[in-house]
């Protein structure tokens, strides 16, 4: 179990830039999250895969953000035209589903810098 | 539309008192999780409560659920230094939802 992965750990760019992170889930996993978490807030849930399904995606988030999960192995989040109020740590995390919940391993996240 | 709201947002304590944070929601939920995140870290999971009015224990922490599954609580006994972090509860109903989280200091 090497647990999951994300990548880049760190990501600092302009407004108005395009950014992509990437998550690899724990291999068996077949549930995919990602949040958002800012300073002294809770992880703000984003969007949610079952394999390569995206079964549910967040109102707050607007028409810039997408994922995908091709295959049902790994996941990318991409921001297009970020703003100011994108910054903030992208948290991934993965769990084995069945029934409703089942425990989330998180990543490491990447956190986002926008100049 | 749905809430989870975590009290308190703070707690100093001094160590080997013990601590706890409630969790209420706006709406019943099908299960509860709870996380601790140490500083500069991600959310690690503790445990998860399903049933109505469900008791669970691990070494000196206990997790309740509520009788009408809108409520949970953590509690530790005699904190030690290692219990430092911020515990988050997060509960589904048709969504994930975190709350805001305590964050635990100890006092030597």
């Known amino acids: 179990d090497t647990g999951v992965s994300q990548d880049p750990r760190h990501k600092i760019t302009k407004r108005g830039q395009n950014v992509t992170f990437r998550c690899d889930p724990i291999s068996e996993h077949n549930r995919l999250y990602w949040y958002r978490q800012t300073l002294g807030q809770g992880p703000e849930f984003l969007t949610y895969?079952?394999?390569?399904?995206?079964?549910?995606k967040s109102r707050l988030l607007s028409d810039r953000f997408s994922a995908e999960r091709p295959k049902g192995s790994f996941s990318t989040l991409e921001i297009q035209r970020t703003e100011q109020g994108d910054s903030a740590m992208y948290l991934c995390?993965?769990?084995?589903?069945?029934?409703?919940?089942?425990?989330?391993?998180f990543g490491d996240g990447t956190r986002l810098s926008i100049l | 539309g749905q809430q989870v709201m975590q009290i308190p947002q703070y707690q100093h304590v001094q160590e080997g008192e013990d601590f706890t944070t409630y969790c209420n929601s706006s709406t019943t939920l099908s299960n509860i999780q709870w996380y601790k995140q140490r500083p500069g870290g991600h959310p690690v999971f503790l445990i998860q409560?399903?049933?109505?009015?469900e008791v669970k224990k691990q070494k000196r922490l206990t997790f309740q659920f509520g009788e009408a599954k809108k409520n949970s609580s953590l509690h530790i006994t005699a904190t030690q230094t290692t219990d430092v972090g911020t515990y988050f509860c997060a509960g589904r109903d048709d969504k994930i939802i975190f709350g805001k989280g305590t964050r635990l200091h100890i006092l030597p």
């Open positions: 995390a993965s769990s084995l589903g069945g029934g409703p919940g089942g425990a989330q391993h």
């Open positions: 409560l399903v049933k109505s009015g």
């Open positions: 895969f079952q394999n390569e399904a995206q079964l549910e």
